[in-house]
């Protein structure tokens, strides 16, 4: 059985090798020549059949006589040829053949796309057709004007459904062809009319008796920097003569006659019609609308409140008087022991810390408070006490207690909050709610990214959902992809749901959530090359973010032929970086750190958490560049400082609570709790409606090694365009991806998988990042010579 496989795809290789033609670029010339001169031939000799037809009547059929002289223009040839097509077939409607050969030839010459040359050989002989059935009804005028096709089929169609029958079935096809081919509408034609009525009027008023100067009022339509084009001339008190008078669209004169000797004259000036013409994009939106990236998941449902969980505690904050005056009373007492007075106190309530803020006496010391932070939680027998001097602001001292009865705050109380539903934001996300008790929502977009920290177990991967919670509940599928790290192999598990509707990977991928570090280290290159593409496509749009560009393109201001397309936001999320980095080392820092620096602007974004916040793992370069940031709770002040740049994370109790910082004050939020049964209805939810065919693939990466995407060089595999992307390549001496997007008008993805073809193949040099790769073969007549050698072997 084996063997016979074997046969049989070797005989289907060389079948494919017998019957795959392609022309070279000089077979495409002689080929474009001889179709134009050939159609040029057939129209003279149509051309001269109309006149010397009776003429040469007696010698059609005769072609092996060489003494018999035609007096077509071309000879016994150009006879019989237009007796063939003139009088047997299509009558006059034969030159549109001749004429289709000519452009056939042209497009040949030219090496146009054949694809409109087709549209012009069906439609062409449609109207061949029309047009010698047409004539059909002229046959007793001249039976030359049909030919015998027509005529047979005028005939055939009025014997079954008469004269007038066959007229109505004729102007039928008429209006199909007008409709679809000319794309004729009730609307155009009404316009039209509209057009032509409103220009015969205004010729009629133009023919009108001529107003005389001495009565002219009429209404200006200059611009304020139009002067008037006059020259008033008074000859006698009893004439007035105005020379060089302007069109009457132009300017206004008004003259009044006082007395015979006088002449007043009054120029009113009018801001001219402003003559607005609508570009291609305000027509195509004004058409079809703007575009809508959702339109292909245009029923797609977002995830329901309902899937998340209402906790039975959570019915609000519950105030424990006793508990605030017994705190308030410990913390006065602790402080006048040191002989610090207090001017007032105020405690804030929140789900599990509560604020005393002091006001002390005059003349104390801020540092004398902040020294006795360990004193106070003595006192207090707590733990997580921070103290706040001053809080920024208030100009007041800030004591933050944790509550004896926490409450849970839930994702469902912060998805269902009004900041977080009326949030007009890029990319918000509700972390938690505040001490304050209100819900705090933040714009990744404007982070742009996010560094986390957190010892084990306190609520860092809680974090990560409730951040991919908020964006699920907010975005569509179409708005933003996710590229899902996870070393541990289970902490984003539940999201391989929804692979299809919001996940990112590489081409070569089975996975879509990358949990080896191989794979990590050509995702994080992918994702750079992406950034580099995005910005090349920001460039050539004239746009600074991908914001602005994205609202062009929704205004069909930007040609996808051109290789623009819509750019989805791009969460990459990193669950243990410390493991990649202690794997990997600089293979994942670099690229990490340029995408840091760089992707703000083309929309993508970087979360990476780790529970180990040194400073071999958050390393200077990326804390330069990640100015936002949450910490959980800490094991030491070092890790504190590493992470926030400053301590507090080592004072928090735990559970979800954190602090968060974007470069300016710590916030302390209870993050909202969101449970893994609660993740998974909602990757079911999301998961079981209609998906896009694949995740979206991001660029396929070759690195150094060749370890990326496999590079396969099986001929009969090769993309249709592969030839005509290597001339496009040879021509210009530059392997780039954007160059063949742009002159054969091809998406990112196909341009790519034909740069590897073209590497395989030995026309190109390897990926070298940033710069163009190096074209190996140097002229056309090489490349024909290397490609002739590959069909060979």
């Given at each position: 059985?084996?063997?016979?496989?074997?046969?049989?795809?070797?005989?289907?290789?060389?079948?494919?090798?017998?019957?795959?033609?392609?022309?070279?670029?000089?077979?495409?010339?002689?080929?474009?020549?001889?179709?134009?001169?050939?159609?040029?031939?057939?129209?003279?000799?149509?051309?001269?059949?109309?006149?010397?037809?009776?003429?040469?009547?007696?010698?059609?059929?005769?072609?092996?006589?060489?003494?018999?002289?035609?007096?077509?223009?071309?000879?016994?040839?150009?006879?019989?040829?237009?007796?063939?097509?003139?009088?047997?077939?299509?009558?006059?409607?034969?030159?549109?053949?001749?004429?289709?050969?000519?452009?056939?030839?042209?497009?040949?010459?030219?090496?146009?796309?054949?694809?409109?040359?087709?549209?012009?050989?069906?439609?062409?002989?449609?109207?061949?057709?029309?047009?010698?059935?047409?004539?059909?009804?002229?046959?007793?005028?001249?039976?030359?004007?049909?030919?015998?096709?027509?005529?047979?089929?005028?005939?055939?169609?009025?014997?079954?459904?008469?004269?007038?029958?066959?007229?109505?079935?004729?102007?039928?096809?008429?209006?199909?062809?007008?409709?679809?081919?000319?794309?004729?509408?009730?609307?155009?034609?009404?316009?039209?009319?509209?057009?032509?009525?409103?220009?015969?009027?205004?010729?009629?008023?133009?023919?009108?008796?001529?107003?005389?100067?001495?009565?002219?009022?009429?209404?200006?339509?200059?611009?304020?920097?139009?002067?008037?084009?006059?020259?008033?001339?008074?000859?006698?008190?009893?004439?007035?003569?105005?020379?060089?008078?302007?069109?009457?669209?132009?300017?206004?004169?008004?003259?009044?006659?006082?007395?015979?000797?006088?002449?007043?004259?009054?120029v009113e000036k009018a801001v001219e019609e402003e003559i607005v013409e609508k570009n291609l994009s305000d027509k195509l939106v004004a058409d079809f609308g703007e575009f809508d990236p959702k339109l292909e998941l245009?029923?797609?449902?977002?995830?329901?409140?309902?899937?998340?969980?209402?906790?039975?505690?959570?019915?609000?904050?519950?105030?424990?008087?006793?508990?605030?005056?017994?705190?308030?009373?410990?913390?006065?007492?602790?402080?006048?022991?040191?002989?610090?007075?207090?001017?007032?106190?105020?405690?804030?309530?929140?789900?599990?810390?509560?604020?005393?803020?002091?006001?002390?006496?005059?003349?104390?010391?801020?540092?004398?408070?902040?020294?006795?932070?360990?004193?106070?939680?003595?006192?207090?027998?707590?733990?997580?006490?921070?103290?706040?001097?001053?809080?920024?602001?208030?100009?007041?001292?800030?004591?933050?207690?944790?509550?004896?009865?926490?409450?849970?705050?839930?994702?469902?109380?912060?998805?269902?909050?009004?900041?977080?539903?009326?949030?007009?934001?890029?990319?918000?996300?509700?972390?938690?709610?505040?001490?304050?008790?209100?819900?705090?929502?933040?714009?990744?977009?404007?982070?742009?990214?996010?560094?986390?920290?957190?010892?084990?177990?306190?609520?860092?991967?809680?974090?990560?959902?409730?951040?991919?919670?908020?964006?699920?509940?907010?975005?569509?599928?179409?708005?933003?992809?996710?590229?899902?790290?996870?070393?541990?192999?289970?902490?984003?598990?539940?999201?391989?749901?929804?692979?299809?509707?919001?996940?990112?990977?590489?081409?070569?991928?089975?996975?879509?959530?990358?949990?080896?570090?191989?794979?990590?280290?050509?995702?994080?290159?992918?994702?750079?090359?992406?950034?580099?593409?995005?910005?090349?496509?920001?460039?050539?749009?004239?746009?600074?973010?991908?914001?602005?560009?994205?609202?062009?393109?929704?205004?069909?201001?930007?040609?996808?032929?051109?290789?623009?397309?819509?750019?989805?936001?791009?969460?990459?999320?990193?669950?243990?970086?410390?493991?990649?980095?202690?794997?990997?080392?600089?293979?994942?820092?670099?690229?990490?750190?340029?995408?840091?620096?760089?992707?703000?602007?083309?929309?993508?974004?970087?979360?990476?958490?780790?529970?180990?916040?040194?400073?071999?793992?958050?390393?200077?370069?990326?804390?330069?560049?990640?100015?936002?940031?949450?910490?959980?709770?800490?094991?030491?002040?070092?890790?504190?400082?590493?992470?926030?740049?400053?301590?507090?994370?080592?004072?928090?109790?735990?559970?979800?609570?954190?602090?968060?910082?974007?470069?300016?004050?710590?916030?302390?939020?209870?993050?909202?709790?969101?449970?893994?049964?609660?993740?998974?209805?909602?990757?079911?939810?999301?998961?079981?409606?209609?998906?896009?065919?694949?995740?979206?693939?991001?660029?396929?990466?070759?690195?150094?090694?060749?370890?990326?995407?496999?590079?396969?060089?099986?001929?009969?595999?090769?993309?249709?365009?592969?030839?005509?992307?290597?001339?496009?390549?040879?021509?210009?001496?530059?392997?780039?991806?954007?160059?063949?997007?742009?002159?054969?008008?091809?998406?990112?993805?196909?341009?790519?998988?034909?740069?590897?073809?073209?590497?395989?193949?030995?026309?190109?040099?390897?990926?070298?990042?940033?710069?163009?790769?190096?074209?190996?073969?140097?002229?056309?007549?090489?490349?024909?010579?290397?490609?002739?050698?590959?069909?060979?072997?």
């Amino acid at each position: 059985m084996a063997i016979k496989k074997k046969k049989t795809n070797k005989t289907s290789t060389k079948k494919r090798k017998v019957f795959s033609f392609t022309f070279s670029k000089q077979q495409k010339i002689i080929w474009g020549v001889f179709l134009f001169l050939l159609g040029l031939a057939l129209i003279l000799s149509f051309i001269s059949y109309f006149f010397t037809w009776q003429n040469d009547q007696s010698i059609i059929g005769d072609l092996t006589n060489r003494k018999i002289e035609a007096k077509n223009w071309l000879n016994t040839f150009g006879a019989n040829i237009s007796d063939l097509f003139i009088y047997k077939g299509f009558g006059i409607a034969s030159l549109i053949i001749a004429f289709l050969i000519s452009l056939s030839g042209i497009y040949f010459f030219f090496d146009f796309n054949k694809t409109k040359l087709a549209k012009y050989w069906f439609w062409g002989s449609l109207v061949m057709i029309w047009i010698s059935v047409f004539f059909g009804f002229f046959t007793n005028i001249n039976p030359l004007y049909s030919g015998i096709i027509g005529f047979e089929i005028n005939n055939l169609s009025q014997d079954y459904i008469g004269l007038i029958g066959s007229i109505l079935a004729m102007t039928f096809l008429l209006i199909i062809y007008l409709v679809i081919r000319i794309k004729l509408t009730p609307e155009h034609i009404s316009a039209a009319v509209k057009r032509t009525t409103k220009d015969i009027s205004e010729d009629f008023i133009s023919e009108e008796k001529p107003i005389k100067p001495e009565e002219a009022i009429v209404k200006p339509k200059t611009t304020e920097e139009t002067s008037p084009e006059f020259i008033l001339t008074k000859k006698t008190p009893d004439k007035k003569e105005i020379t060089n008078f302007p069109p009457l669209d132009k300017i206004t004169i008004t003259t009044e006659t006082k007395e015979e000797s006088e002449v007043s004259m009054k120029v009113e000036k009018a801001v001219e019609e402003e003559i607005v013409e609508k570009n291609l994009s305000d027509k195509l939106v004004a058409d079809f609308g703007e575009f809508d990236p959702k339109l292909e998941l245009s029923k797609y449902k977002f995830p329901t409140i309902e899937l998340l969980k209402d906790y039975a505690s959570n019915t609000g904050i519950t105030i424990n008087q006793e508990e605030l005056e017994e705190n308030k009373n410990k913390i006065v007492s602790t402080l006048n022991n040191y002989k610090i007075g207090i001017a007032s106190i105020k405690a804030t309530v929140g789900p599990t810390v509560t604020l005393y803020e002091i006001v002390p006496e005059a003349g104390i010391r801020i540092s004398k408070i902040k020294n006795l932070e360990d004193d106070i939680a003595l006192s207090l027998s707590a733990l997580g006490i921070r103290i706040i001097a001053p809080i920024p602001g208030r100009g007041t001292i800030g004591i933050e207690v944790p509550n004896k009865n926490p409450s849970i705050v839930s994702m469902r109380s912060v998805i269902a909050s009004p900041k977080f539903q009326s949030a007009e934001m890029e990319l918000p996300i509700a972390f938690g709610k505040t001490i304050s008790n209100e819900t705090f929502v933040v714009d990744l977009a404007k982070m742009p990214h996010l560094l986390m920290a957190g010892a084990t177990g306190q609520g860092k991967s809680v974090g990560l959902n409730a951040i991919l919670t908020s964006l699920l509940y907010k975005k569509h599928p179409a708005e933003v992809k996710f590229v899902l790290v996870d070393p541990k192999k289970v902490e984003l598990t539940l999201f391989n749901k929804i692979e299809r509707h919001f996940l990112a990977k590489l081409p070569d991928s089975e996975e879509a959530i990358i949990t080896d570090t191989h794979t990590v280290v050509n995702t994080l290159n992918s994702l750079c090359v992406e950034m580099d593409a995005r910005y090349d496509l920001l460039k050539n749009a004239y746009v600074r973010n991908i914001k602005e560009y994205n609202t062009k393109f929704k205004a069909r201001k930007l040609n996808p032929e051109e290789g623009h397309r819509f750019l989805p936001y791009i969460v990459l999320v990193i669950d243990e970086f410390a493991d990649l980095i202690m794997t990997a080392g600089k293979e994942v820092e670099t690229p990490i750190a340029r995408l840091a620096q760089l992707a703000r602007a083309i929309g993508i974004h970087l979360i990476v958490a780790t529970q180990r916040p040194s400073v071999n793992v958050i390393t200077g370069i990326i804390k330069a560049n990640f100015p936002a940031r949450v910490a959980f709770r800490v094991t030491s002040k070092i890790d504190s400082r590493t992470i926030l740049d400053s301590s507090g994370a080592d004072q928090l109790i735990g559970r979800g609570d954190m602090l968060y910082t974007q470069g300016n004050e710590l916030i302390r939020i209870q993050c909202a709790f969101v449970d893994t049964p609660e993740v998974a209805d909602i990757t079911d939810y999301i998961g079981s409606q209609k998906a896009y065919p694949d995740a979206h693939l991001l660029p396929e990466y070759v690195s150094e090694e060749g370890g990326g995407t496999n590079l396969d060089n099986d001929i009969n595999e090769r993309d249709k365009l592969f030839r005509d992307a290597a001339e496009v390549l040879v021509i210009a001496q530059q392997g780039s991806t954007s160059l063949l997007q742009r002159k054969l008008k091809l998406g990112y993805n196909r341009a790519g998988r034909i740069i590897d073809q073209l590497e395989a193949s030995g026309i190109v040099g390897p990926f070298e990042g940033s710069k163009a790769r190096q074209v190996l073969i140097p002229t056309l007549e090489a490349l024909n010579q290397h490609l002739e050698n590959e069909y060979n072997d």
